[in-house]
Nanobody, 122 residues
């Protein structure tokens, strides 16, 4: 199994940058596709980005494409989300998740972190 812990969230101003990290425990990390999701108050949890087990393939939601970059370091069992030019609508709790599939929906992910709060002010 894989246990996931997010970190790096905080309060930033519009236009600023922030990098989230997700530390994974367990030797199965390198065999899992990894995704980032986010959930704002009153809204459903939505897909943000996904990266394949090898790191060779990525996909992003339209709302973050060109601003966010997902990456991973399998040697360190760590997943990252670099967020640039942040907007108030990026405010949400961000979750990392692990899946045996390269997917964009929550039901395709078996393991989840506890989440980290990201707030973007104007």
């Amino acid at each position: 199994q894989v246990q996931l812990v997010e970190s790096g969230g905080g309060l930033v101003q519009a236009g600023d940058s922030l990098r989230l990290s997700c530390a994974a425990s367990g030797r199965t990390f390198s065999n899992n596709n990894m995704g980032w999701f986010r959930q704002a108050p009153g809204k459903e949890r939505e897909f943000v980005a996904v990266i394949s087990a090898s790191g060779r393939s990525t996909d992003y939601s339209i709302s973050v494409k060109g601003r966010f970059t997902i990456s991973r370091d399998n040697a360190k069992n760590t997943l990252y989300l670099q967020m640039n030019n942040m907007k108030p609508e990026d405010t949400a709790v961000y979750y990392c998740a692990a899946s045996g599939l390269f997917g964009v929906v929550t039901t395709q992910y078996r393991y989840w972190g506890q989440g980290t709060q990201v707030t973007v002010s104007t």
